[in-house]
């Protein structure tokens, strides 16, 4: 699977919009982008996946640049809850639906009140 | 929205000993996996399991680990003889709705994990 890259921390106010980068400069044609995020010490909570087209669901929306080589996830109007790390994933499906995610150090979103 | 349960949440073990950590899927999915993270440290793959048997292992995964499904709901990790460094959180995930027609993009839903720490 393609690495990512993601700064380490961010701020954001609280009722405005988070956007989120990540780039995936080495991403393959069959390998799909998805974000997961986790709160303190819970379970990852999956967002959002996407392979080519932007993507948007209740949660949040994903930006991928034409060349595939990076992605934005936008949270509309970030809330103190949505203070977590966020993961990049790149994953590819060679493996048919088993193959393992691979989590780096993500971005630590701060929202601020 | 249906949810990955892990039990227990807090396992305290005395090292040596053999632990089971347990997992309910999400009903309909076909494929589970397992992961943990050492405190302060990445979330690491450890296995998938598909059709009742391993599909993939990352190197973590030796000889003390072992999965199963016994009763065709649980899904079980075991680790044999523990050791002081298997202290960790170990979440169970799943995905592959049976609903959808196409399963190997489906995203993985995570549980919030058994904090295993080894005395």
């Known amino acids: 699977d393609a690495k990512t890259t993601q700064p380490p921390s961010m701020d954001c106010a609280e009722g405005r919009a988070a956007n989120l980068p990540c780039n995936h400069s080495t991403i393959s044609g069959n390998e799909y982008v998805y974000w997961y995020r986790q709160i303190h010490s819970q379970g990852p909570q999956y967002i959002i996946h996407g392979l080519k087209n932007n993507e948007t669901n209740e949660m949040a929306s994903l930006i991928i640049t034409e060349d595939r080589k990076s992605s934005t996830l936008i949270l509309p109007h970030a809330t103190l809850r949505d203070t977590a790390v966020y993961y990049c994933?790149?994953?590819?499906?060679?493996?048919?639906?088993?193959?393992?995610?691979?989590f780096g150090k993500g971005t630590h979103l701060i929202i601020q009140p | 929205e249906p949810e990955v349960t892990q039990t227990p949440s807090h396992q305290v073990t005395q090292m040596g000993q053999e632990v089971i950590l347990r997992c309910v899927p999400i009903s309909n999915h076909l494929y589970f996996y397992w992961y943990r993270q050492i405190l302060g440290q990445k979330v690491e793959f450890l296995v998938s399991?598909?059709?009742?048997?391993?599909?993939?292992k990352s190197e973590i995964f030796d000889d003390q680990f072992s999965v199963e499904r016994p009763d065709g709901s649980n899904f079980t990790l075991k680790i044999r003889s523990t050791k002081l460094e298997d202290s960790a959180m170990y979440f169970c995930a799943t995905s592959g709705s049976q609903a959808q027609n196409y399963y190997s993009n489906q995203p993985q839903h995570f549980g919030d994990g058994t904090r295993l720490s080894i005395l």
């Open positions: 399991f598909y059709n009742n048997e391993i599909s993939e």
């Open positions: 994933i790149v994953r590819g499906h060679s493996g048919g639906g088993a193959d393992g995610l691979t």
